[in-house]
């Protein structure tokens, strides 16, 4: 627990031709009215398109990672950032203008790890039920969509997020975090894109998450998983 101290957070988005909304993330997390020490850091996948200079411009630190995963591009991310508090935010998901309190609380409270509720950036009544179920404390909405913060000494006890792993890279940290230190779900949300579900539908995507879950909990290799979600939706 912590009284009092001001925090240092380092924010970390691994992105890949994000162009399209990394300039209103960075801007909209990296400019707070907080007497705690923000710094946000963009660690690109190899994007072809604007995405650097665009988050650049915004105010990010913008570093190219060594290779193209999630897992990775985090891990590297974190590798140079100066925080004491690591907050880990996917390039088309937009955490409240409260994130700074709300993690600074949650660590007041005995904290080290937690994530928000969804939004969806979408009227749809079934993504508004999506939405719903990530205000409880359940494994299968531990995914990055929710954000999620964590001490720096938490996440170096723990070696990160692991790098072998291509997708579930978010489930398996947490799993990992739940079992040593305390972890909380926020009361606000986190406004996620529904590009994946008009790009597909809600059905397709939900019956490719099930089948991925279910290949995960049984042990399926990263490569037979990946390939799975590749052919059952069209995704990036």
């Not at 290779?67 to 950032?81: D, E, F, I, P, V």
């Not at 509720?117 to 508004?128: A, G, I, P, Q, Y």
């Not at 006890?157 to 790098?163: A, L, P, Q, R, V």
Request: with cysteine; net charge neutral; charged share 20%.
């Amino acid at each position: 627990m912590i009284t009092g101290a001001l925090l240092m957070i380092s924010i970390i988005i691994p992105t890949y031709n994000e162009a399209a909304s990394i300039g209103q993330l960075v801007h909209s997390v990296l400019y707070q009215n907080t007497p705690h020490e923000v710094e946000v850091i963009v660690c690109d996948g190899g994007s072809t398109d604007d995405t650097l200079p665009l988050a650049e411009a915004a105010g990010a630190k913008c570093i190219v990672s060594p290779g193209k995963s999630r897992a990775l591009q985090m891990n590297y991310g974190a590798a140079q950032a100066s925080g004491d508090m690591l907050y880990f935010i996917h390039a088309d998901t937009l955490p409240p203008k409260s994130y700074v309190t709300d993690i600074y609380n949650a660590l007041v409270q005995g904290y080290q790890s937690g994530r928000y509720r969804t939004r969806f950036d979408s009227s749809h009544f079934l993504l508004k039920l999506n939405a719903f179920f990530t205000r409880f404390d359940w494994h299968i909405c531990s995914g990055g969509d929710q954000t999620l913060f964590i001490t720096r000494k938490l996440f170096e006890s723990i070696n990160g997020f692991d790098e072998s792993m291509f997708i579930m890279e978010d489930y398996d940290i947490v799993s990992r975090v739940r079992k040593i230190a305390p972890y909380c779900v926020m009361e606000g949300y986190a406004v996620v894109s529904a590009r994946k579900y008009e790009t597909n539908s809600w059905l397709k995507v939900q019956l490719a998450n099930k089948k991925i879950v279910n290949m995960y909990r049984k042990g399926a290799s990263q490569k037979d998983m990946v390939e799975t979600y590749k052919q059952m939706l069209v995704y990036r």
